[in-house]
Protein backbone atom coordinates (compact mmCIF):
# COMPACT_ATOMS: atom_id res chain seq x y z
CA UNK A 1 0.00 0.00 0.00
CA UNK A 2 1.38 3.51 -0.87
CA UNK A 3 1.22 6.02 1.56
CA UNK A 4 2.71 9.42 1.63
CA UNK A 5 2.47 11.69 4.57
CA UNK A 6 3.06 15.13 5.18
CA UNK A 7 3.76 17.03 8.58
CA UNK A 8 4.71 20.19 9.07
CA UNK A 9 2.44 22.46 8.94
CA UNK A 10 0.83 25.07 11.11
CA UNK A 11 0.30 28.12 12.46
CA UNK A 12 3.29 31.13 11.43
CA UNK A 13 3.56 34.75 11.59
CA UNK A 14 4.22 36.62 8.58
CA UNK A 15 7.95 36.47 7.70
CA UNK A 16 8.73 33.14 9.95
CA UNK A 17 9.44 29.96 8.29
CA UNK A 18 7.81 26.07 8.20
CA UNK A 19 9.54 23.30 7.43
CA UNK A 20 7.33 20.44 5.77
CA UNK A 21 8.06 16.48 5.44
CA UNK A 22 6.43 14.15 3.29
CA UNK A 23 7.47 10.73 3.84
CA UNK A 24 6.80 7.77 1.50
CA UNK A 25 6.03 4.23 1.67
CA UNK A 26 5.10 1.69 -0.26
CA UNK A 27 7.55 2.57 -3.53
CA UNK A 28 10.71 3.26 -4.84
CA UNK A 29 11.45 6.51 -3.50
CA UNK A 30 14.38 7.15 -6.06
CA UNK A 31 11.96 6.28 -8.98
CA UNK A 32 9.70 9.31 -8.31
CA UNK A 33 9.87 12.70 -9.17
CA UNK A 34 8.48 14.76 -6.23
CA UNK A 35 6.69 17.99 -5.93
CA UNK A 36 4.46 20.05 -3.50
CA UNK A 37 1.56 21.74 -4.46
CA UNK A 38 -0.91 23.97 -2.35
CA UNK A 39 -5.12 24.39 -2.51
CA UNK A 40 -6.03 28.15 -0.56
CA UNK A 41 -9.71 28.47 0.22
CA UNK A 42 -12.00 29.36 -3.23
CA UNK A 43 -8.71 28.27 -5.28
CA UNK A 44 -7.39 26.02 -7.89
CA UNK A 45 -4.67 23.78 -6.89
CA UNK A 46 -1.45 25.21 -7.67
CA UNK A 47 2.56 23.76 -8.69
CA UNK A 48 4.43 25.04 -5.89
CA UNK A 49 7.68 22.94 -5.95
CA UNK A 50 9.61 19.89 -7.92
CA UNK A 51 12.68 17.99 -7.73
CA UNK A 52 13.69 15.45 -9.92
CA UNK A 53 14.47 11.62 -8.74
CA UNK A 54 17.79 12.46 -7.94
CA UNK A 55 17.41 15.77 -6.54
CA UNK A 56 19.30 17.05 -9.55
CA UNK A 57 16.96 19.59 -10.41
CA UNK A 58 14.23 21.99 -9.03
CA UNK A 59 11.93 24.35 -10.17
CA UNK A 60 9.86 26.91 -8.46
CA UNK A 61 6.38 28.60 -8.99
CA UNK A 62 7.29 31.96 -9.11
CA UNK A 63 5.32 32.86 -6.21
CA UNK A 64 7.70 31.02 -3.92
CA UNK A 65 11.40 31.84 -5.47
CA UNK A 66 14.17 32.83 -3.15
CA UNK A 67 11.34 31.85 -0.23
CA UNK A 68 10.91 27.98 -0.75
CA UNK A 69 13.52 25.52 -0.98
CA UNK A 70 12.66 21.64 -1.52
CA UNK A 71 15.02 18.69 -1.17
CA UNK A 72 15.17 15.21 -0.45
CA UNK A 73 17.09 12.85 0.86
CA UNK A 74 16.42 9.23 -0.32
CA UNK A 75 18.09 7.26 2.24
CA UNK A 76 14.89 8.34 4.31
CA UNK A 77 11.64 8.09 1.81
CA UNK A 78 11.54 12.25 2.33
CA UNK A 79 10.88 15.35 0.76
CA UNK A 80 10.75 18.48 2.23
CA UNK A 81 9.87 22.02 1.34
CA UNK A 82 11.53 24.60 3.80
CA UNK A 83 9.34 27.77 3.59
CA UNK A 84 10.73 31.21 4.80
CA UNK A 85 9.66 34.78 4.99
CA UNK A 86 6.13 33.31 5.13
CA UNK A 87 3.56 35.71 3.95
CA UNK A 88 -0.33 35.66 4.49
CA UNK A 89 -0.72 34.49 0.67
CA UNK A 90 0.82 31.17 1.27
CA UNK A 91 -1.72 30.07 3.76
CA UNK A 92 -3.15 26.78 2.01
CA UNK A 93 -3.52 23.51 2.52
CA UNK A 94 0.02 21.70 0.79
CA UNK A 95 -0.18 18.23 -0.48
CA UNK A 96 2.91 15.89 -1.33
CA UNK A 97 2.90 14.62 -4.85
CA UNK A 98 4.71 11.84 -6.68
CA UNK A 99 4.99 11.01 -9.99
CA UNK A 100 6.89 7.83 -11.43
CA UNK A 101 9.55 8.56 -13.93
CA UNK A 102 9.38 4.90 -15.52
CA UNK A 103 6.49 3.55 -17.46
CA UNK A 104 3.65 2.82 -16.23
CA UNK A 105 3.54 6.31 -14.93
CA UNK A 106 1.60 6.01 -11.46
CA UNK A 107 1.41 8.98 -9.62
CA UNK A 108 0.31 9.80 -5.45
CA UNK A 109 -0.95 12.37 -3.06
CA UNK A 110 -0.70 12.98 0.21
CA UNK A 111 -3.46 14.14 2.36
CA UNK A 112 -2.74 17.43 2.82
CA UNK A 113 -1.42 19.47 5.78
CA UNK A 114 -2.79 22.61 6.38
CA UNK A 115 -0.11 26.32 6.70
CA UNK A 116 -1.50 29.01 8.19
CA UNK A 117 0.24 32.49 7.91
CA UNK A 118 -1.44 35.33 10.00
CA UNK A 119 -0.61 37.73 12.81
Known amino acids: QVQLVESGGGLAQPGESLRLSCTASGITFSWYAMSWYRQAPGKERELVAVITNTGGSTNYANSVKGRFTISRDNAKNTVYLQMNSLEPEDTAVYYC????????????WGQGTQVTVSS
Open 97 to 108: HGRRIYLPEYVY
